[in-house]
């Protein structure tokens, strides 16, 4: 079965300054990966996402995100955050056959402070 | 990339009674799924709704409980019966999106959600 962690609840970062959001997957072949991005109130947006190719992919709003098979993960970067930055993040992994919902991690929200 | 619809987008509801959740997709997709965000929780898969068949339900949730239908490649509709305190949570419909050359995209996207409140 697939697994997802996120191992931070809660993350504080000034404004300006970079982010790395954690996530580890468990899944036994080469998985999809997404991050999805929750503001208050609002649905699920897409931020990126990893099906193969290259390992660093490139998403919305200046986010980044690095697949590591070596340490089943697949981490979120972004060099200068912006308060507007302020949401939940989660990330999720699918599969390629089989059961096609997504599996998500328990999320870590982030606070940015001026 | 698909573009969802959900109704209604709040409700306060009282215990025993049920609501029932439209999703709208401005596509034909193939598969749609429910999820319940509970307060402060993660996302957990409800349903997996296809058109023409019957909904899968993952451990935990039944159709009695959370009837589904799905008449066409653009609607579902989740009914949350007999309610309860408990199922007060967000509501999510999701569509997978597959590429035009075929089932190599597999990107879900999600409507904005349904907040229920059950007093």
């Known amino acids: 079965a697939q697994s997802v962690t996120q191992p931070d609840i809660h993350i504080t970062v000034s404004e300006g300054a970079s982010l790395e959001l954690r996530c580890n997957y468990s899944y036994g072949a080469t998985p999809y990966l997404f991050w999805y991005v929750q503001s208050p109130g609002q649905g699920l947006q897409l931020l990126l996402k990893y099906f193969s190719g290259d390992t660093l992919v490139q998403g919305i709003k200046g986010f980044e995100a690095e697949f590591k098979r070596s340490q089943s993960s697949f981490n979120l970067r972004k060099p200068s955050v912006h308060w507007s930055d302020a949401a939940e993040y989660f990330c999720a992994v699918g599969a390629h056959t089989g059961r096609r919902a997504l599996t998500f991690g328990s999320g870590t929200r982030l606070q940015v402070q001026p | 990339s698909a573009v969802i619809s959900q109704k209604p987008s709040r409700d306060i509801c009282q215990r025993g009674t049920s609501l029932t959740i439209q999703c709208q997709v401005d596509s034909q997709v193939t598969m749609m799924f429910w999820y319940r965000q509970q307060p402060g929780q993660s996302l957990t898969l409800i349903a997996t709704?296809?058109?023409?068949?019957?909904?899968?339900?993952e451990s935990g949730f039944v159709i009695d409980k959370f009837p589904i239908s799905r008449p066409n490649l653009t609607f579902s509709t989740l009914t949350v019966s007999n309610m309860s305190p408990e199922d007060s949570s967000i509501y999510l419909c999701s569509v997978e999106d597959r590429s035009r050359a075929g089932g190599v995209t597999d990107t879900q996207y999600f409507g904005p959600g349904t907040r229920l409140t059950v007093l």
């Open positions: 709704a296809n058109q023409g068949s019957e909904a899968t339900y």
